[in-house]
């Protein structure tokens, strides 16, 4: 190699390592602002008084705007923050993360790929809505079905700071069936979704697309450029997906149906289309355990309603293949029915 191509090699390999150092710089500022910060005043909150809030769910089942605005209102009250935040993180991706590397470290449909995708969405501790942004850029950027999946799932449904105000909030017992559950989810489900998609790369393929990869144009042009195409491909489905559930949330859970195993099909089904924000599932299953819903339904949302929704599949849906989504919605309905089943044996 002469001596022009070893510099070239350095120069890139130093760019590269600057790039992250920038974005990663940027994440752990936003996180720290958004969620590390106001989580550890939660968490203390819920060890002392074992409660983190009221359901932010509407005690009535008739239809009325204002129910509806309520709902809506609260909902993007509690996220906008983290909203901003995952929009803005996803564009920085594709612009500021090298698409080599991250197709040598997440580009592959192998198990390692996966479980690095997962690992890293822990500390993110975004809801579904938020963290899709995110997973959206990284597929973008050629990154794994696999990795890009598991950071998405990973970042709501094992949520460390969740986890804490679970325990004192509802139980131990409901902790374990939530990592377990959620560990099955992040890495088992991700991981097999490599095999659905058939379009794509091969592994052998990924060291010649990375070698033909090149970034055109400033910075500042394909940055912007890459935030308005994110914010107007997410941000008008997100909005009317969520006005829709929140005009029949009075609907969607039916409590009268307390326990058995079509209680559980259906709180398994109606948690997966829901939309809350991070940790909602908790006093929302509080107050219906409080209105007599059986531990096996509760069990299945405590993985249906964080995993997925309908606003955040809206928001993937041009990211991933429709096999994957359907896929990996089945998955998650299923998973909360096992879940439901453990969880009335178990609590």
Known sequence: ?????????????????????????????????????????????AIDQHSIGSSILSESNVF???????????YFKSIWKAAVLGIL?????????????????????????????????????????????????????NVSVGASLAFWIGNPVLNPATLIFMTFVLSWKFTLIRVVFGILLTFGVSYLANRVDRRQLPEEMVPEVMNSAHEEGSFLHRWI?????????????????????????????????????????????????????????????????????????????????????????TMIYSSFSRKVILFVTLSVVLVGILSGFVGSILL
Request: aromatic share 10%; proline share 6%.
């Open 1 to 45: 190699m002469s001596q022009t191509k070893v510099l070239r090699s350095n120069h890139l390999e130093l760019k590269t390592v600057i790039m992250i150092i920038i974005f990663v710089s940027i994440t752990i500022v936003g996180l720290t602002y958004v969620k590390w910060w106001p989580y550890y005043h939660k968490a203390i909150v």
């Open 64 to 74: 009325t705007w204002s129910t509806t605005l309520d709902y809506a209102a609260v």
């Open 89 to 141: 993180l996803g564009s920085l991706i594709q612009v500021l993360l090298p698409s080599q590397w991250l197709q040598r470290v997440l580009g592959k449909a192998t198990f390692r790929s996966t479980a690095y995708g997962g690992l890293a969405s822990i500390p993110g501790m975004m809801c579904s809505c938020c963290a899709a942004p995110i997973a959206a850029s990284l597929r973008r950027r």
């Open 225 to 313: 450029q890459s935030l308005g195409i994110l914010t107007i491909q997410i941000i008008p489905a997100y909005i009317v997906t969520v006005l829709v559930l929140s005009a029949i949330q009075g609907w969607m859970f039916p409590t009268s149906l307390s326990n058995g195993i079509l209680a559980i099909f259906i709180f398994s089904l109606l948690g997966m289309l829901f939309v809350i924000p991070t940790a909602a599932e908790i006093p929302i299953i509080a107050s219906f355990l409080a209105l007599g819903l059986g531990n096996g339904p509760a069990a299945a949302l405590l993985i249906t309603l964080p995993a997925i929704s309908l606003p955040s599949l």
